[in-house]
């Protein structure tokens, strides 16, 4: 399924769901009268993340302090089952329960097995890092877990009774803050504020030097990488195609001594292609377009290895935070003050007056019409990612204050209507 698709089945299916157990909770919950204080230290713990690579990344920092300050607690982590591989990698996580979201009746079937190994292990705490999702809330619900945490957002107070404690959801806040404020209310005295140190291993390193070897010249063996893409969480994250071809030109006619290597998944081979259509016939040689041909084990060798990272917000840049390498980010949707806090993100982000929409609508305001992203020129992206090159002092992007913007391309558009 489509994530709208899934998005909107969960809005007006969910939404009636968790409303019925909403009433069901809070009964219960005066009748039973459950301890829920956090007096004794939990045996099982399980974390749920269905979407979005980037932000269960931004949770590592969560599940290393969960485990520092729970050693003996079995740590389960649910998810979508595409994102089974990268948590895997993960060697805090002792057990990754999967939902194939791939059609209705899978889902289904896998909720179904899912629940029954959580009845079958009783969680004493349960933390849903999703803030929008009902079927999130659902499983949390149906868990039976002692102790449920989850995110406040008002207008999803619905769920107030079927979690026995709430965090208010800081949209200001880095995220991988606002994700450990749930560590710090279960009674962590203790937190990491690190993202996990994802490793790349010898045949993953080998496969990734051999496909150089085959794409490049081995006397030029610095490259760059470059991520056109931003899944259909919210392809307003995209930057421009064009205007990554004017930067891959400008660094190739600049750098001569650097590769480019384009990346991406299988589904988004087609639009990564005509980027590579679009940078400048000489330089085709020192460009490989990767899209589709590495596994997310073979991703990290490769970003391990590059000399800088190039990037719209989305699963790579993150993956590049980790493996501690200078990012250069592309904002507009979210803001670098929550997604890009990290001190090797530099990025250029365009306050205008409807950005970060992200968390506030299912379509955005401009109904793909990214003002926020188009507005990034050339020449900033080009100066930013030289200076680095030639190690220069830069200051990270989450570090720059700036004005909001409330008029658009000259006083044409003005950023933040929303049609009726």
């Not at 200001?172 to 404020?181: F, K, R």
């Not at 893409?229 to 071809?245: G, H």
């Not at 590049?320 to 250069?328: A, G, I, Q, Y």
Request: charge should be positive.
């Amino acid at each position: 399924m489509k994530t709208r698709t899934k998005i909107i089945l969960d809005e007006w299916a969910g939404r009636a769901v968790v409303f019925a157990l909403n009433i069901l909770a809070r009964i219960l919950g005066r009748l039973l009268s459950i301890d829920h204080t956090f007096s004794k230290s939990p045996r099982k713990i399980v974390v749920c993340k269905f979407l979005g690579m980037g932000s269960i990344i931004q949770a590592t920092p969560l599940l290393q302090t969960l485990k520092r300050n729970f050693p003996d607690a079995k740590l389960s982590f649910i998810t979508s089952a595409s994102n089974k591989t990268l948590l895997e990698k993960i060697d805090v996580v002792d057990e990754v329960i999967c939902i194939d979201d791939k059609g209705i009746l899978n889902v289904i079937r896998t909720s179904i097995s899912a629940l029954f190994k959580l009845w079958k292990g009783k969680a004493d705490l349960y933390i849903d890092l999703e803030t929008y999702s009902y079927f999130s809330t659902i499983l949390s619900t149906l868990s039976l877990s002692r102790n449920r945490l989850g995110f406040y957002r008002v207008e999803r107070n619905i769920r107030l009774g079927v979690y026995t404690h709430m965090m208010f959801f800081n949209s200001g806040t880095p995220i991988a803050q606002s994700y450990l404020q749930m560590a710090r209310l279960a009674g962590c005295g203790e937190s990491n504020d690190i993202l996990y140190p994802f490793r790349a291993y010898e045949p993953d390193i080998e496969f990734v030097k051999t496909k150089l070897e085959q794409n490049f010249d081995k006397e030029k063996s610095a490259y760059l990488i470059i991520n056109p893409n931003a899944s259909d969480l919210r392809v307003e994250r995209r930057w421009p195609l064009d205007k990554f071809s004017q930067v891959i030109n400008q660094l190739a006619s600049e750098f001569s001594e650097l590769n480019f290597v384009l990346i991406g998944i299988k589904s988004e081979k087609e639009w990564v292609s005509q980027l590579q259509k679009m940078v400048r016939p000489e330089f085709s040689g020192r460009l490989w377009n990767s899209a589709g041909e590495l596994s997310l084990g073979q991703l990290i060798a490769l970003i391990s290895s590059a000399t800088l990272t190039i990037t719209n917000d989305t699963g790579p840049m993150h993956i590049s935070f980790s493996l501690k390498k200078k990012t250069v980010c592309l904002f507009g949707p979210a803001s670098p003050g929550q997604y890009g806090n990290n001190p090797y993100a530099y990025g250029v982000y365009k306050k205008i007056y409807c950005s970060p929409c992200v968390h506030d609508f299912l379509t955005p305001p401009c109904k793909g019409d990214n003002i926020c992203m188009k507005l990034i020129e050339t020449s900033e992206v080009f100066d930013l990612c030289k200076a680095l090159l030639k190690g220069e002092e830069v200051k990270p992007s989450h570090l720059v204050e700036q004005t909001t913007r409330y008029i658009a391309r000259n006083g044409e558009t003005i950023p933040g209507i929303v049609q009726r």
